[in-house]
Nanobody, 124 residues
């Protein structure tokens, strides 16, 4: 059974930093992609980053490129999203999701397995 759990959300001032964690179980690193998504009420869920758990190949949306960094620790079965230079528009409920992918990850919302989310609020 695949399970994911996010942590690390909170309140941060604009320009600040925050690191989210996603701990997973129920699948090995081979062939699985893990993505980060965020949702703001009234908007569609937005894919912001993803990583292939075996190769480490990563992708970012234009909205976070250069500010966010995705990484993983396979031994700890944990994936991270380091967020810097946070802006008020980064506020939202952040989810991690996982699914099998061939070759490269993507940031669409068709992942089968999702965590419960962790809230990030960027405000002064």
């Amino acid at each position: 059974q695949v399970q994911l759990a996010e942590s690390g959300g909170g309140l941060v001032q604009p320009g600040g930093s925050l690191t989210l964690s996603c701990t997973y179980s129920g699948f090995s690193s081979d062939g699985y992609a893990i993505g980060w998504f965020r949702h703001v009420p009234g908007n569609d869920r937005e894919g912001i980053s993803c990583i292939m758990n075996d190769s480490g190949d990563a992708k970012y949306s234009n909205s976070v490129k250069g500010r966010f960094t995705i990484s993983r620790d396979i031994a700890k079965k944990t994936m991270y999203l380091q967020m810097t230079n946070l802006k008020p528009e980064d506020t939202g409920l952040y989810f991690c999701a996982a699914d099998h992918r061939w070759g490269s990850c993507n940031m669409d919302v068709t992942y089968r397995f999702w965590g419960q989310g962790t809230q990030v609020t960027v405000s002064s």
